[in-house]
């Protein structure tokens, strides 16, 4: 029986793409944490461990329609459970920052973002956050201080920014100290409790929520030889599951789901416990390929059930949201785009995140509805960030389409324009044709004749170069109309 999928929810680190303030939002937050770890106060933060609740991914229950259900993860638990307040404020204030002498009951929840930005910097900097990584956790602070000097900041997104950052440094004390943390992260949502002011003012400062840094910032560095010793059990484990590879390689090679249900009955003894989820990944590829659309529902499922990759789960996510977009199914592939999001963040993938997000926006748009240019505008922004030309011009093409079909002439043509220039970076000269193509059937549609003439020639030119018959008779047939 195919799992049945659950109300919408939304993992911890995706960018959060609605404009509208979190207190109009209505959907439930998913949260999905890294795992934890204690952080001593001479890294800047104290944190309660016991007592959280650990994100799983167990099925949700809302039948769909009668082709196909799955799952995703549940809503996490209150951050901090009830019965274990007391202790937690024993050892913290209510934000998870060092702990000062003003009683909880007295103290001010008002602070503003740059004091936020202002902690978190001081934050990555008592830990000794390596230079290469400073640069990463700085893209995403930049990225944040675009938002706040906007007259109307995007809450969700700088929240979601600041997740990522976090998660970043708590990988990295995750290394330095050979224990899984999370505390960083789990500051962050603390501090997104309190009655936040995003509108940027360094002057305003709460000192009930200053972190205390102590004198001694030079605390452990990273231990190279964590590393070798990585390396060293990854050797092992391939040595071991050398057989079980070597049938997973000629498996996907031949695209045999005979071949892949052998090496899915040697999995349970593999050293490597990704090959079993790897090998119902390729083995749902393949059944999305034949259309048989439940048993490749099925197989995805349980990838997501034994894969700890977040890789492997985006990509996993984003298949199944393919399969319900490609039959209609609105709802259940807007929960998968959003968990694709969520994953993609933590995986740190800009092209996945940008991707996913156009996709949302076109869902969007085939129901004619104007949301759609705020998951553009987002899929823009993480475009940008990425720097990557052909990221861009696929955002671009697709919020140009958008607004050919809300009949908006004048922007659509903007949008195809920049997807080619985009597209000419990277010489992709079938795309490079297509929007030549859209933008002159634009013109052609709006009696722009001379116009539409001369975008199809020049997509004309780029079609010969494909020698993409059906195009370039398509666009003749268009040429003729504009003769």
Not at 70 to 94: A, I, R
Not at 340 to 356: K, L, M, V
Not at 412 to 440: E, V
């Amino acid at each position: 029986m195919i799992p049945k999928i659950g109300p919408r929810q939304y993992p911890i680190s995706k960018p959060q793409v609605n404009n509208e303030e979190d207190s109009k939002a209505k959907q439930t937050s998913a949260q999905t944490q890294e795992d934890s770890e204690n952080l001593q106060q001479s890294k800047g933060l104290v944190y309660a461990e016991e007592g959280r609740n650990q994100t799983q991914l167990p099925t949700g229950e809302q039948t769909r329609s009668n082709l196909v259900q799955t799952s995703k993860p549940q809503v996490q638990g209150e951050y901090v459970q009830k019965d274990e307040e007391e202790e937690y404020h024993k050892v913290t204030n209510h934000n998870g920052l060092c702990k000062t002498n003003t009683p909880i009951n007295q103290r001010s929840t008002k602070i503003n973002i740059a004091q936020i930005l202002k902690d978190f910097k001081n934050t990555a900097v008592a830990i000794a956050t390596p230079e290469d990584l400073m640069d990463e956790v700085d893209g995403y602070i930049d990225l944040i201080k675009k938002q706040v000097a906007k007259e109307k900041p995007n809450v969700k997104l700088i929240q979601s920014n600041l997740k990522n950052a976090g998660g970043l440094l708590d990988k990295y004390i995750s290394e330095t100290l050979n224990k899984d943390s999370k505390v960083v992260q789990n500051w962050v949502e603390a501090v997104f409790l309190q009655d936040v002011n995003y509108k940027y003012d360094d002057e305003e400062i709460n000192v009930d929520f200053l972190v205390n840094f102590p004198e001694n910032k030079k605390e452990e560095k990273a231990k190279e030889a964590e590393n070798t010793q990585v390396q060293t059990q990854t050797q092992v484990v391939e040595d071991k599951d050398k057989d079980l590879k070597e049938r997973f390689i000629k498996a996907k090679k031949e695209g045999s789901i005979e071949q892949f249900r052998e090496a899915l009955t040697l999995t349970d003894k593999a050293e490597d416990k990704e090959i079993k989820p790897k090998i119902t990944f390729e083995m749902g590829k393949i059944y999305d390929k034949q259309d048989k659309l439940p048993e490749a529902l099925i197989c995805y499922q349980q990838t997501l059930e034994n894969s700890k990759d977040n890789n492997l789960k985006f990509q996993t996510h984003y298949s199944m949201a393919k399969i319900y977009d490609d039959v209609n199914e609105f709802e259940p592939a807007l929960d998968h785009y959003f968990i694709a999001i969520g994953y993609a963040g933590e995986a740190e993938n800009d092209e996945a995140q940008s991707t996913f997000l156009t996709k949302v926006g076109n869902l969007f748009a085939d129901k004619y509805d104007k949301k759609a240019f705020d998951f553009y505008s987002e899929a823009e922004t993480v475009a940008n960030h990425s720097d990557k030309p052909k990221v861009k011009g696929y955002v671009s093409s697709n919020r140009a389409n958008a607004y050919d079909k809300f009949n908006m002439p004048k922007e659509a043509l903007k949008y195809y324009s920049d997807a080619i220039q985009n597209y000419s970076q990277t010489n992709s000269t079938d795309k490079i044709a297509l929007n030549y193509k859209r933008a002159g059937e634009l013109m052609s549609d709006y009696k722009k004749k001379d116009k539409a003439k001369s975008l199809l020639q020049k997509a004309m030119s780029y079609a010969i170069k494909l020698d993409d018959k059906e195009m370039m008779k398509e666009i003749n047939k268009e040429l003729i109309i504009n003769m």
